[in-house]
């Protein structure tokens, strides 16, 4: 399985980012995906869900309104459009796969750096 994201780079304050999470060698349409991210010093946290068909997504308060994640089932990637952003939202993302109504997401991705200035 890999789970490869892309997309990050440095972005002032208030402006957009688009990751991808390009999927391989897993039923990519069986799986609920999220993106994580781990900020410098900090624990790695939740970001941003969604489920195997992309009907349902789920986020946390800080991203709510301004994130957006997004699935193709046909291109395997999962997006996370990222609008407003700030300056603590900088952090390595990840993807990650899990199987509906486990508890924990089996599949992790490498990375991609997201540095937001001031």
């Known amino acids: 399985v890999q789970l490869q994201a892309s997309g990050g780079g440095l972005v002032q304050a208030g402006g957009s980012l688009r990751l991808s999470c390009a999927a391989s060698?897993?039923?990519?349409?069986?799986?609920?995906m999220g993106w994580f991210r781990q900020a410098p010093g900090k624990e790695r946290e939740f970001v941003a869900g969604?489920?195997?068909?992309?009907?349902?997504?789920y986020s946390t308060d800080s991203a709510l309104g301004r994130f957006t994640i997004s699935r193709d089932n046909a291109k395997n990637t999962v997006y996370l459009q990222m609008n407003s952003l700030k300056p603590e939202d900088t952090a390595v993302y990840s993807c990650?796969?899990?199987?509906?109504?486990?508890?924990?997401?089996?599949?992790w991705g490498q990375g991609t750096q997201v540095t937001v200035s001031s």
């Open positions: 990650a796969a899990r199987r509906p109504f486990s508890s924990g997401y089996k599949h």
């Open positions: 060698g897993l039923a990519f349409s069986s799986y609920d």
């Open positions: 969604v489920s195997r068909s992309g009907g349902t997504t």
